[in-house]
Nanobody
């Protein structure tokens, strides 16, 4: 069974930074497009950022210039560096892996931005 395990969430003040990590196992990691999605209470899940096997990246407009997605194929890890955090960034952040018609999700890690 494919496993994606997120970590690095927590409570941070507005303007602060967090680095989320996602560890993949039982997966041919290098052929998957990886992504981060988030979901706030009462809201729909939304795409934050993706990174392809060739390291091409795509970002939602609301995080451009603040968040950076990266991957380490040797370690089978994907990261999301989040800077200049805003209260509206508060959400449960999910790691995603996708190849062709297959997609997998992690359990999520909570990010709360508050004074």
């Amino acid at each position: 069974q494919v496993q994606l395990v997120e970590s690095g969430g927590g409570l941070v003040q507005p303007g602060g930074s967090l680095r989320l990590s996602c560890a993949a196992s039982r997966i041919i990691f290098s052929v998957h497009t990886m992504g981060w999605y988030r979901q706030a209470p009462g809201e729909q899940r939304e795409l934050v950022a993706t990174i392809t096997p060739s390291s091409s990246t795509n970002y939602a407009d609301f995080v451009k210039g603040r968040f950076t997605i990266s991957r380490d194929n040797a370690k089978k890890m994907v990261y999301l560096q989040m800077n200049s955090l805003k209260p509206e960034d508060s959400a449960l952040y999910y790691c995603n892996a996708r190849v062709v018609q297959y997609t997998y999700w992690g359990q999520g890690t909570q990010v709360t931005v508050s004074s």
